[in-house]
């Protein structure tokens, strides 16, 4: 086993969920004390690691946070079939493999600067308050997701969180009855790579349930993370017409004791989800790439509200700002408060000297080798504006299904782009 999958191993056993740091921070500083890098740490626990009197032209940087669809989960490696999964969680290549080869790099005492961001998954946090200073000219962005492709520009997003109040206690006049719908372990996936899949959304085959038999909603919980399209969820209604089921996942169950009275929720709710329009909203055909998308990643009952989340994406920025504006107007219009947060910037496609770089050694080791752009959001275009000296570029080995319980990771490719990257750093 290699150096860079020993690691990889190592640190999966460290909690990492987005918003654990401490753990990982203790990790890499006595790491860095080890093979005599110097340890910088910022106010939102972002790591950079250095020589005392580095040199460095190449910054690597990497996030150390996963997605963790249940909360506080520590990933079990297994292998299979020349991948690592995880038992029953996410596995966290995404973007543990990243912090691995940096590791690896710094165990082999190599002049360069090592920037590990926090909180990259909800809402990258971590490069939108970075304090730390890099000098270096150049930054390698570990955070791709499929060998082969040099990204070079990327989707920039926000995210809109919407709150319907209205409820009322009613009898049960009409002797309505009570029914349970469930739906469990769809595929999931990222939002943003994945969009384009045609995915099923729990949430959306819910709400066709409930708005198709007139139901009346008292509860609706359902989505794992706001960077991933929902695999689970479970609403609660009451209706005069036995709901049908909308995916072979579903379940339905009456409730068999029946209150006098119901609290429901407003049928605006249903409404909106059942007639918003999920998923890819335009193609861009020269970048071969999403242009435009908005995922409805999360509903959630609150005690006397229900929330909405969404992510939007687009690769122009322009474009962004239509979707987010037209969204939040069709949510009020749906009596919603609406509010959006976690903006982040595209990152145009800019091919420079170092990309070109990146891309002959690239070449060498593999002639498929492309420049592209990716519908997701990546730090680089953060980067971008807080270091306009910084030439970036974004590689990494082929990882499946991030943000699901199916991702997987491929060994050979693990090895494949730590060659490449081994090369570009000389």
């Not at 080890?34 to 990497?62: M, R, T």
């Not at 600067?113 to 970075?130: H, K, R, V, W």
């Not at 009409?174 to 999931?188: A, D, F, P, V």
């Not at 107007?329 to 990309?355: C, I, M, Q, R």
Request: proline share 3%; glycine share 6%; with cysteine.
């Amino acid at each position: 086993m290699s150096l860079v999958q020993e690691i990889f191993k190592e640190i999966t056993a460290i909690p990492r969920c987005s918003g654990t740091h401490n753990e990982f921070i203790d990790y890499v500083k006595n790491y860095a004390k080890k093979y005599n890098y110097e340890c910088f740490v910022d106010n939102v626990n972002n790591i950079l690691c250095k020589k005392k009197d580095s040199k460095s032209k190449i910054c690597l940087q990497s996030h150390y946070d996963i997605v963790c669809l249940i909360d506080n989960t520590i990933p079990e490696i297994i292998e299979q079939d020349g991948y690592y999964i995880a038992k029953n969680s996410t596995l966290g290549a995404d973007n543990g493999i990243g912090c691995s080869y940096m590791l690896a790099l710094m165990a082999q005492d190599k002049d360069l600067e090592y920037l590990f961001t926090s909180d990259e998954e909800i809402g990258l946090i971590g490069a939108n308050d970075i304090k730390l200073d890099i000098t270096s000219k150049f930054m390698l962005n570990l955070d791709s997701e499929e060998e082969g492709e040099i990204c070079i520009g990327c989707a920039g997003g926000v995210d809109i969180i919407a709150k319907h109040s209205s409820h009322n206690l009613v009898p049960n006049t009409n002797n309505l009855k009570l029914y349970e719908i469930s739906i469990t372990k769809l595929r999931g996936g990222h939002s943003g790579v994945n969009i384009h899949e045609n995915i099923p959304n729990a949430l959306k085959l819910i709400a066709k349930s409930i708005k198709e038999c007139n139901g009346k909603l008292l509860d609706f919980n359902g989505g794992e993370r706001i960077n991933s399209i929902p695999a689970n969820a479970k609403a609660i209604i009451a209706t005069s017409t036995p709901p049908l089921i909308t995916h072979e996942n579903m379940t339905i169950e009456e409730v068999k004791e029946i209150p006098q009275h119901f609290n429901l929720y407003s049928d605006e709710i249903i409404d909106f989800i059942y007639n918003f329009e999920n998923g890819v909203r335009e193609f861009n055909d020269e970048l071969g790439v999403v242009e435009t998308s908005i995922n409805l990643a999360i509903v959630k009952t609150q005690i006397n509200e229900i929330v909405l989340k969404l992510s939007a994406r687009s690769m122009d920025n322009n474009k962004l700002n239509e979707i987010k504006t037209k969204t939040c107007e069709d949510l009020k219009k749906h009596n919603f408060e609406v509010e959006s947060k976690g903006k982040y910037p595209a990152w145009k496609p800019d091919k420079n000297e170092f990309t070109q770089t990146v891309y002959e050694i690239y070449k060498k080791h593999n002639p498929k080798a492309e420049f592209r752009a990716i519908h997701a959001g990546l730090e680089c275009a953060i980067f971008k504006e807080k270091f306009p000296h910084l030439k970036v570029a974004s590689i990494g080995p082929n990882i499946y299904n991030p943000h699901s319980y199916n991702e997987k990771v491929s060994i050979n490719s693990i090895e494949n782009l730590y060659k490449i990257v081994n090369e570009i750093i000389l």
